[in-house]
């Protein structure tokens, strides 16, 4: 059994597509162990996204993250991670294939409405991130 963190962006929840997002995985066997929302701090983001800090779209990435809420969940399966990333879609929402996230709802590439763990070595230390409290 593998897990995986997402997190349901500002532009999801301020469009009240939480459900309808949450529907897609549950609708394909996954379990939700785990669910919160929270407004994010500055410092979580540039943890999780450390990564990207010497990119020139970092500060964008780091705004948009904290300017609203987030459903971050920890989502549990066989095959989660690439299975979670399927159900997403490409980061480019003109890229996505039709039946997925991105491809039913993204408007923009900037603003993606999700994020998923790329690995299971990602996934451990962003569940660690944004569920601190176990």
Known sequence: MERTLV???PDAVE????????GLYEEKGLQITALKM???SRE???????????KP???ELVTYLTRGMVCALIIEGENVIKTVRKINGATDP???EMGSIRGLFAL??????VHASDSPESAEREIKLWFSQG
Do not use: Q
Request: aromatic fraction near 8%.
């Open 15 to 22: 469009r009240r597509l939480v459900g309808r997002i949450l």
């Open 44 to 54: 979580l983001v540039e943890a999780h996204y450390a990564e990207h800090k010497d």
């Open 7 to 9: 997190l349901l962006k």
């Open 38 to 40: 929270l407004k994010p």
């Open 94 to 96: 003109a890229e996505a």
């Open 108 to 113: 923009t590439k900037n603003e993606n409405l």
């Open 57 to 59: 779209f970092f500060a």
